[in-house]
């Protein structure tokens, strides 16, 4: 990483931030390996400005960046207060305004736009839906007095 802010970041110095290409195979084993650092960036206040450096997704990285924990440039791990805002600006593509464009600015470590966000919160309702009408399982009370 370049730039003054890392040597202000709460990771200067530490190891256990990503892994050798040997050392994995899944993303259990970067879990294993990495996981236990990714409290060091809670109270990093430069959480986005390290994803823009580190380009996870188009690097394909494996470890932390941002609070994150990645695999092949994908988020398998987060912190629980991560924000949309924290990572790149989204490109828009023609899949947009869809749940698979909202699926790929993920692979992409982007933000969802706004139209995809909307897509992704109709989907939600629209599932959400669809579940409270499907048929209640008979709870049956076999307790006895
Ligand atoms: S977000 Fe995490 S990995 Fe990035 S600079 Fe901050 S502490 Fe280090
Ligand atoms: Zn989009």
Excluded: Y
Excluded at 26 to 34: E, H, N, P
Excluded at 93 to 112: I, L, Q, Y
Aim: glycine share 10%; proline share 6%.
């Amino acid at each position: 990483m370049n730039g003054g802010w890392t040597l202000r970041a709460p990771c200067r110095g530490q190891a256990g931030f990503t892994v050798r290409e040997n050392e994995w195979k899944t993303g259990a084993d970067i879990k294993r390996l990495c996981g236990a650092q990714l409290a060091t960036c809670g109270p990093c206040p430069f959480r986005a400005v390290c994803i823009a450096t580190v380009k996870p997704a188009q690097a394909l990285f494996d470890g932390i960046a941002g609070g994150r924990l990645w695999c092949n440039g994908v988020v398998i791990a987060a912190l629980d207060d991560v924000c949309d805002e924290e990572l790149a600006e989204p490109k828009l593509r023609a899949s947009c305004g869809t749940e698979a464009g909202a699926k790929d600015h993920v692979r992409h470590g982007e933000r969802p736009c706004p139209s995809c966000r909307q897509a992704a919160r109709e989907m939600t309702a629209r599932r959400k839906e669809a579940k409270a009408k499907e048929p209640k399982q008979l709870q049956l009370d076999f307790a006895t007095t």
